[in-house]
Every structure is written in structure tokens, then in C-alpha cells.
């Protein structure tokens, strides 16, 4: 019986240069929801019979976001059942929008007013929520997946891209 979930998510640690204590405990939220919950059925090997659930490892190569998909039961040393690259310049400024609002959230977490801290907090989500539904836009067609899912994988491409 197919099982079209992620169950287990690697970064690429290289990829990652320097985070702060809230990215970090973003990256672990994210990473604990998405198993918790997911969506994920990649078209080509679940069109060769591949059931899941996958394991997925992603890392930018030459400014693209590489995701290797894996069924579960497959180990890293074998080769992916499927590579995926997306180009991300189309995230380039969803990505620089979204660090500069995160950083007022967590600058108004620390001092402002509840009223300021959610005002931010929607401007925070809209930003997400519009580049979740580009994620989406750009899988058509070689992953299905649901919205939640979208969320949670773009904050962890942002994780990917934080330069010290």
C-alpha cells in the first residue's frame, strides 16, 4: 500500500554557513511538523511503483535547490530514486523578504507590543503563504503535495540559505 509521506528530511550542512538560536529552533519546528504531517508523492518514481515513504535530503547546487527523494527502506549510499532541481531565483526576493520580517518578529518578540508583534506575525505569514503557493507552482507536475507541507519546506530552502 503506498505511503506518499516524507519520513525523514536531511540538510545539506555544508549549505548551511551560520544560524541563530530562532532559525535554529525554526529549522527543528519545521523539520518535526513535516514528519508529523506531510503530503509528498514524487511523480516519476511513484509512476514506477515506488509506494514511499521517502526520504528526502536537500542542499543548493549552482543556485538551485537539489532534492534527492529516496523510498524509505533505500539507504544514502544507494542512488535517489529521483534528483529534483528547481531554480530559485524566482525565491531570491520571497527569501530576502522573508529573513528581514523574521528578524522584525524576532526583534518585536523581545520588546514591542502584542498589537505590533501581530501585525508583524501577518506580514510574516502572507509572505510564507506567497512563496509556499510558488513551491507549489514550481513542483507541478513532478511532486504532488498539499499546502502545509509547501509551508514547511520553505523555511527550510530559507534555512538553506542563511549566510553568516
Not at 71 to 85: A, N, R, V, Y
Request: hydrophobic fraction near 40%; aromatic fraction near 6%.
Amino acid at each position: 500500500m503506498a505511503d506518499h509521506r516524507i519520513s525523514h528530511i536531511q540538510l545539506d550542512e555544508a549549505t548551511i554557513l551560520w544560524r541563530n538560536a530562532d532559525i535554529e529552533q525554526e529549522r527543528r519546528v519545521a523539520i518535526f511538523d513535516l514528519i508529523e504531517e506531510n503530503s509528498f508523492k514524487p511523480m516519476r518514481p511513484a509512476a514506477a511503483g515506488h509506494e514511499g515513504p521517502w526520504r528526502l535530503a536537500l542542499s543548493v547546487q549552482d543556485g538551485r535547490l537539489a532534492m534527492e527523494i529516496r523510498e524509505d527502506h533505500g539507504t544514502d549510499e544507494e542512488p535517489p530514486d529521483e534528483t529534483l532541481l528547481i531554480g530559485l531565483a524566482r525565491f531570491r526576493r520571497p527569501i530576502r523578504e522573508y529573513f528581514a520580517i523574521c528578524d522584525s518578529y524576532y526583534q518585536a518578540i523581545r520588546k514591542a507590543s502584542a498589537r505590533e508583534i501581530e501585525t508583524i506575525d501577518m506580514a510574516r505569514r502572507a509572505i510564507h503563504d506567497q512563496a509556499a503557493r510558488l513551491l507549489l507552482e514550481r513542483l507541478e507536475g513532478k511532486v504532488e503535495t498539499d499546502f502545509p507541507t509547501a509551508r514547511r519546506l520553505f523555511t527550510l530552502i530559507c534555512v538553506l540559505h542563511i549566510k553568516g
